[in-house]
């Protein structure tokens, strides 16, 4: 029987915040699971965590903003470290241009990344491997596969279906080839069944055994 786990999104930025910085001067978070299972939800309230616990609401950078649209589901790594990540690391402030999924194009206002004690990364595939090692906290966000479908049919119209299916497939192979839940920090249920206090609270899924995967919780 799998025991819920609740911790507090206080204690977590707490844990943040006691954790070495590896990008630069920053602490740099990785919020990573499939469309639908309740990422941005985590963040926020991550975000708002470490707003009253650490210096003021960390920056927190959407993958979704990065994206060329449908066709650049993992392609789009390359823009998030040159424009954010490269410019972080040597302690200077990055900057990119949010994707108008709308116009179907950049738009033209850059939107600054300053350099802060903590950056948030949200968005599928940003705790890949390639990071990982940057990244003080790397978090997966899981639900079922039917309710993340219905949330984002729900959220975006059932015009996004085909669409939607072919981007799940992707996420599938890239979690798959990542070996990204085995990898992580902390896994988190983004479909909890019991009753709590989802504000302050979140619910921890059990670590898979990693014996022999080289990995380890830091």
Partial sequence: MTVAVFEAYARLARRVLARPARLGRTRLVVVDGPSGAGKSVFTTRLADALAVTGDGRP????????????????????????????????????????YSWVRRRFLDRPVPVPVAPVLVVEGVSSARAVIRPEATLS????????????????????????????????????????????????????????????????????????????????
């Fill in 59 to 98: 920056p927190v950078v959407h993958t979704d903003d990065l994206l060329d649209g449908w066709d650049d589901q993992l392609t789009f790594w390359s823009r998030l470290e040159e424009r954010v990540l490269a410019p972080l690391r040597a302690g200077r402030p990055g900057t990119y241009q949010r």
């Fill in 139 to 218: 978090v997966l966000v899981t639900a079922p596969a039917a309710l993340r479908r219905d949330r984002a049919v729900a959220r975006d119209g059932p015009a996004i279906l085909p669409e939607l299916l072919r981007w799940h497939a992707g996420e599938r192979a890239h979690f798959a080839a990542d070996g990204t839940e085995a990898a992580v920090d902390l896994l988190v249920d983004g479909a909890p069944r019991l009753p709590h206090d989802a504000r302050h609270y979140f619910v921890r899924r059990p670590q898979p055994d990693r014996t022999g995967s080289g990995g380890g919780a830091r």
